[in-house]
């Protein structure tokens, strides 16, 4: 299975941030879209980082005060890990649980194609294992001609 596969069940929608927008209007886009991360881009929506959960509390623990006016891109994750379409879901979950990241963008010729996170990831695999299994069943009881 490839990581385009999943895309195509999920789409490829994908909740972004302008780097130049404040930390508090990341955390109303958390808040208002239900999600784990933001895809940070600039003005050319060329993704630039990412911003979880993990970059907001840390930011807010620094400047409690001023968390209205840190600006995203001064919070977010710079060096980004991103898969390709083609890419093997086995492969994702390993880079995903290597680096301990929940969120993983998708990037195709430079261009957002989507993101997965590590639920993608299960639900796939589980779907998957659940025809296996059904195939398998219908196998050993002889529904197949032989």
């Known amino acids: 299975m490839k990581v385009k596969d999943i ?9 972004t941030v302008n780097q130049d927008k404040t930390v508090y209007e990341a955390l109303e886009a958390f ?3 239900k999600v784990g991360s933001l895809l ?9 980082g990412i911003i979880g959960p993990r970059d907001v509390l840390t930011e807010t623990l620094r400047v409690v005060e ?7 891109k001064d919070v977010m994750t710079r060096e980004i890990i991103v898969a390709s379409p083609d890419d093997d879901v086995e492969e994702a979950e390993k880079t995903m649980t290597k680096n301990r990241i929940r ?7 430079g261009k957002i194609a989507g993101i997965i996170s590590i639920g993608d990831l299960v639900k796939a695999q589980l779907k998957d294992l ?17």
């Open 103 to 109: 969120h993983l963008p998708i990037v195709e010729n």
């Open 40 to 48: 940070v881009v600039d003005n050319d929506d060329n993704p630039v």
């Open 7 to 15: 895309l195509k069940d999920k789409g490829s929608f994908v909740i």
């Open 130 to 146: 659940h025809v296996e299994n059904r195939y398998l069943k219908d196998y050993v009881a002889g529904k197949y001609p032989a």
């Open 66 to 72: 001023g968390i209205k006016a840190s600006k995203v």
């Open 31 to 33: 808040a208002s879209h």
